[in-house]
């Protein structure tokens, strides 16, 4: 566990296709986690290793999240800083976990979810 952060929860969204789309602040909190959690730990794995982040890489897909929601929110209560990394969208179930953990979402996380559901009422 990272002693110099308090456990927490950080929603990442990442590039699709185009690493050079990678923000600073996606980078930090990847770099700043305990673990990696990602829907696809293959692109993950892929991703990590092109921005040099050495970390602990486990998945979390949209199927597994009801069942390890439980022990993402005690491992971040127990002070463990986790970075969710979301390739594709951030879903409301993700945001919602990130809520509940005190956990944070980073600016283009914000936005997304917010233009998510903007989208959504119009459509």
Do not use: Q
């Amino acid at each position: 566990m990272n002693a110099s952060i308090a456990g927490k929860l950080i929603i990442v969204p990442t590039p699709i296709g185009n690493l050079g789309d990678m923000t600073l602040r996606s980078l930090e909190a990847l770099r700043a986690a305990d673990t990696v959690c990602a829907e696809d730990t293959r692109v993950t794995g892929k991703l990590l290793a092109h921005f040099d982040i050495r970390k602990p890489l486990e998945r979390l897909d949209e199927a597994m999240i009801g069942a390890k929601a439980a022990s993402v929110m005690e491992r971040v209560a127990a002070g463990e800083v986790l970075s969710f990394e979301l390739e594709e969208r951030p879903v409301e179930r993700n945001i919602y976990m990130a809520w509940r953990t005190k956990g944070e979402l980073t600016p283009a996380a914000k936005e997304f979810s917010a233009f998510v559901r903007k989208s959504v009422k119009e459509a």
